[in-house]
């Protein structure tokens, strides 16, 4: 079983950028889609950004802000912010899903994303 770990969070002010790294504890090619999904303080868990073999797709909230990328040969997917708000505070999760759909979801166990104003 593949295991997810997410880092690259902290703490950064308004306008700032972060990159965010998943590392997977084994081959992600067989994943047909992989995402970042985020859970903002007293809220529910919302998507993100995900990415296919050839496509892409952001929340409105993050477009033009927020890239996505995977790189098999490394295992690893990344989420690369910048123009940071407040509102973007959230814990951050790494999601990825095989060919079984939604019983084949794999996730990590966060990292925070404090943005100040």
């Known amino acids: 079983q593949v295991q997810l770990v997410e880092s690259g969070g902290g703490l950064v002010q308004a306008g700032g950028s972060l990159r965010l790294s998943c590392a997977a504890s084994?081959?992600?090619?067989?994943?047909?889609?992989m995402g970042w999904y985020r859970q903002p303080p007293g809220k529910q868990r919302e998507l993100v950004a995900r990415?296919?073999?050839?496509?892409?797709d952001y929340a409105d909230s993050v477009k033009s802000r927020f890239t996505i990328s995977r790189d098999n040969a490394a295992n690893s997917l990344y989420l690369q912010m910048h123009s940071l708000k407040p509102d973007d505070t959230a814990i951050y999760y790494c999601?990825?899903?095989?060919?079984?759909?939604?019983?084949?979801?794999?996730w990590g166990q966060g990292t925070q994303v404090t943005v100040s104003s």
């Open positions: 084994g081959s992600i090619r067989s994943f047909v889609v």
């Open positions: 999601n990825a899903r095989d060919w079984r759909g939604p019983r084949g979801d794999y």
């Open positions: 990415i296919t073999s050839g496509t892409t």
